[in-house]
């Protein structure tokens, strides 16, 4: 019963600890990403004098459709960090002395994950079809909207269609503009009227359909093109121009400012974005329907290509023509190019032409069929891509889990720093991954399960390895063991350092020194002259070599421990030069099934035996300046 009551409390505090930082990065998760998409779409907004409520609508969408961006790394941020801090406060230290171990503490947090996943799956395939449909038919509207007018001074503006209009200097508190010049090509070029104006002012009709300018102490020059109708034909001949001076004057000119909303229907109806609209069932339909009217497509060809001898695949079968050519009854047959010839050459030039067209014909049919069946199949491929990911999003929310918890109680380190930094770098593996898989889908160059599970199929093992790593209190992300891998494989030691110690208890004898020396020399001769060089065969399977080793290592060990006790500061001196030796030659058991195994397999077990030469060679060095310097340590105790 207390042990229940325990647990309990401590799932209430991993949630406690694990909710308010999931929702705090969610949010910055979710900034983040729509902020991305700002900068992607803020070039179709700007300028089109949009109503604040036509743009926040647009960022709520926004915000809505990227929340399965958001969740997944929300969760991996979150998980580094609630781990992290029980590890550097020690927490999670307490946690397991108290015989809890990792993965019963992440048990609470693994059902909520789980919870989250199930709710990612119906927010994808109910949710998220609606929310595509309002937001791409928005952004389309928004694409569509003309720009907002603004004409810059000292330039000729060409935002309106057919009219060029040129401002010298403009008022912006009054809205007037200045020595204004327009020329209007909507008659057509022939037609082209200039005015030229003092002043002017500019502003939207009632129904935003039109610019009504107002003209001030200007004149008008239009030029027109003489038809002579009577006679049915164009001069090429214009009367120079007309021109006509004003003091005031309206002209209207065709520009429709309105925001015009793209109703959903039209994007649903689409056939080259209706898959956005959809459900996975409704997917799955589709893609059944369209995989039918492929295959029916698939069969009417094959049956053309039967009647049509010249298109069939003949060439592609190994045939020996000469055999074929025995079967067929030795009769004279007429070559075509003298039947051809026997024809008259206008007859002969109907009947190339015939054939010519004939094959174009044919040519421009399979090509218009072929053209169908691509698009078809890049239709389904886009189908099955939103399929997968009504449950690929579901998918990587568990996996970054379980890649961010073990993850954080290695490393370690709470706060904002190092999670994010971790965070972030296998967010941007798995959006690459995730990129490269869909577009390899979408193009046809891969299965549709393969390209949309490839970044889970890459993650997966890696989840699995960090939270058994963290099951069993690895130190794989531990500075100081890749530091000391790293001086193992450039043979970097630490030196031996004795002081002298002020209180001595119990002094070396040197003369039991000297005759230990003596007894080290003879066992590093004995390993020397049987493991000097090693075949193949000794590597693998001679236990002996392991245990020699080690008794010249204990040896040399005692001895050394003995000596540090010396006040003699020679004695010191000299026992600080012998080398730090290598625990092991090799990183396994020989004679163990492992070693077996991998000696077995020869290309594998080949490569390390050729590695361990040189360790075998560094060995070997310090064993010959151990026995040098055995011998000068006992010239000195002799004298002492």
Known sequence: MKNKFRLKRLYSFMLESFLPLFLMTFVICLFLVVMQFLWKYVEDMVGKGLDTDVLLEMFMYAALQLVPLALPLAILLASIMVFGNLGERFELLAIKSAGVPLLKTMKPLIVLIAFISVGAFFYQNYAM?????????????????????????????????????????KNRKTGMLY????????????NMAVIVCDSASMKLSEDKLSLVFTMFKGQQFQNFQDENIASGSRSTEFVPYSRENFKSKQM????????????????????????????????????????????SLNVVDRRQMKTRSHLSFRNSYNVDIDSVVQLVPSTNVASIDSIMTQEAYSKQSSILRGAITKAESNNNEFLFRSMSKVNTQRTINRHWVEWHRKFTVSFACLIFFFIGAPLGSIIRKGGMGMPIVVSVILFIIYYILDNVGYKMTRDGVWIHWVGMWFSSFILLPLGAFLTYKAMNDSVILNADAYLSFIKKLFFIRESRHYPMKEVVISPPVYSEITVKLEELNNNIDTYLNNYKSMNYKTYWFDEGQD??????????????????????????????????????????????????????????????????????????????????????????????
């Open 129 to 169: 079809p609606r929310i595509q449909v309002k937001f791409y038919s928005l952004l389309i509207s928004i694409r569509q909207k003309s720009p907002e007018l603004d004409i810059p001074e000292g330039v000729f503006y060409k935002g309106i269609d057919n009219y060029n209009i040129f401002v010298e200097k």
């Open 547 to 640: 245990e020699q080793f080690a008794v010249v290592k204990n040896k040399l060990e005692s001895i050394l421990s003995s000596l540090s006790n010396s006040i003699n500061s020679s004695v010191l001196d000299k026992a600080e030069e012998y080398p730090v030796m290598i625990n092991n030659l090799r990183p396994f058991k020989a004679g163990s099934v492992g070693a077996k195994t991998i000696a077995y397999i020869v290309p594998a077990g080949l490569a390390m035996r050729l590695i361990s030469l040189l360790f075998e060679r560094q060995l070997n060095k310090d064993l010959r300046r151990i026995k040098k310097l055995n011998k000068e340590l006992q010239l000195i105790t002799e004298r002492l």
């Open 252 to 295: 209207l000119i065709p520009f429709d400012a309105n925001f015009n909303r793209m109703e959903g229907s039209e994007l649903e109806e689409s056939a080259g974005a209706s898959y956005v609209s959809k459900n996975s069932t409704e997917l799955k339909f589709s893609i059944d329907s369209m995989s039918l009217k492929m295959d």
């Open 179 to 190: 020595d204004v010049m327009i020329y209007d090509v909507s008659k057509g070029f022939t």
